[in-house]
């Protein structure tokens, strides 16, 4: 079976749409047992090149962004949704257009083997401020941020050997 992207996808009991949001417990995790996540679509099938199968949902996980980002967020997607009457999909492209403050907590969940993803439930519309808030108490954006400043630096560390040991070597010596 080819890799397809699914923009909805049934499974634990729910149908899963691309921008609802929904919150589950999963038994994977790294940081955050209890994820709130917007949906954007699930990857099912085998990769063409590889050969990997490929089994999991994509999705923003709330508390990686930070709160000011969610507050914001949170009000000019109800609306938009509200004005879409729930028509609308939620991508990758459009969220790093869009709402750029968003790309770092994307996150991805396996949902074969069954047991993964347990309590998946769709959370209301009319409480998606509350749930979105309610993340509040679990913040870990500042995880996230200090592992991109840390790779910022050691990629920049490397960019300036780099640049140190070009000015060196004799031009015969250097690729060309």
Known sequence: MALR???????????????HIYSFKYNAWENDPEPVIIFMYAFDGTHPKTGNQWRFIQGINFTYVPRGIRK???AIWIK???RSKG??????QKMKRRYPGLKHATRRYMYKPSARIKSAKE???LDWQKAIQSTLRKDFSKKVKASLV??????????KKRKKSKQY???S???R
């Open 169 to 171: 070597k004799p031009k």
């Open 72 to 74: 914001k967020f949170a």
């Open 87 to 92: 028509n609308t999909r939620f991508t990758y």
């Open 123 to 125: 959370i209301d519309f």
């Open 5 to 19: 992207r699914l923009y909805k996808k049934k499974f634990a009991g729910v149908t899963w749409k691309s921008g």
């Open 173 to 175: 010596l250097r690729k």
């Open 150 to 159: 840390n790779k910022f630096r050691s990629v920049m560390s490397r960019r």
């Open 80 to 82: 938009e949704f509200d």
